[in-house]
């Protein structure tokens, strides 16, 4: 399964960066268009709690591949951390496979790769 992500400051591309160091498959902005297939989706929370314009408009056209979501925020925003994914989530059915404080931890990158093994093959 490929890994799909969006960054406004690098947070999100830095763990996918570490992610791909060791799971095989292709990662792309949403920005570089259409997924091949299934993907996991890796973005981050804008305004209070919103999903990003960039990756709405990228879940607006290629939805069908989304398999579940990683969403990056910051503790500081409390309630509304890592909103993102909840809002991805409860819109497309999908699980919320992890929620990142910025760049996220090495627990959090296990728990993703964890995830991608168990559910799909990185060529799914
Ligand atoms: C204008 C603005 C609004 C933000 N709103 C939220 C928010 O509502 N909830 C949250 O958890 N993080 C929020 N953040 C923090 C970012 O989601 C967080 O820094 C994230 O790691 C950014 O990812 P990126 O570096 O890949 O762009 C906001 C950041 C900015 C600049």
């Known amino acids: 399964m490929q890994v799909v992500y969006d960054t406004l400051?690098?947070?999100?591309?830095?763990?996918?960066q570490a992610l791909c160091a060791e799971w095989p498959?292709?990662?792309?902005?949403?920005?570089?268009?259409?997924?091949?297939?299934?993907f996991l989706l890796v973005t981050y929370t804008f305004g209070t709690g919103e999903v990003?314009?960039?990756?709405?408009?990228?879940l607006q056209a290629h939805a069908a591949?989304?398999?579940?979501?990683?969403?990056?925020g910051s503790y500081h925003?409390?309630?509304n951390f890592a909103r993102a994914g909840d809002r991805i989530s409860a819109?497309?059915?999908v699980p919320v496979v992890a929620k990142l404080n910025k760049g996220g931890t090495e627990a959090d990158r296990r728990?993703?790769?964890?995830?991608?093994?168990?559910?799909?093959?990185?060529m799914d």
């Open 65 to 72: 591949g989304l398999r579940g979501v990683v969403a990056s």
């Open 111 to 122: 728990a993703v790769l964890d995830w991608l093994r168990s559910n799909h093959g990185p």
């Open 91 to 93: 819109e497309y059915g």
């Open 25 to 38: 498959a292709p990662a792309c902005q949403v920005q570089s268009g259409a997924p091949d297939g299934a």
């Open 9 to 16: 400051t690098g947070n999100v591309r830095r763990f996918v």
């Open 52 to 58: 990003p314009d960039s990756t709405r408009r990228f």
């Open 77 to 79: 925003w409390g309630a």
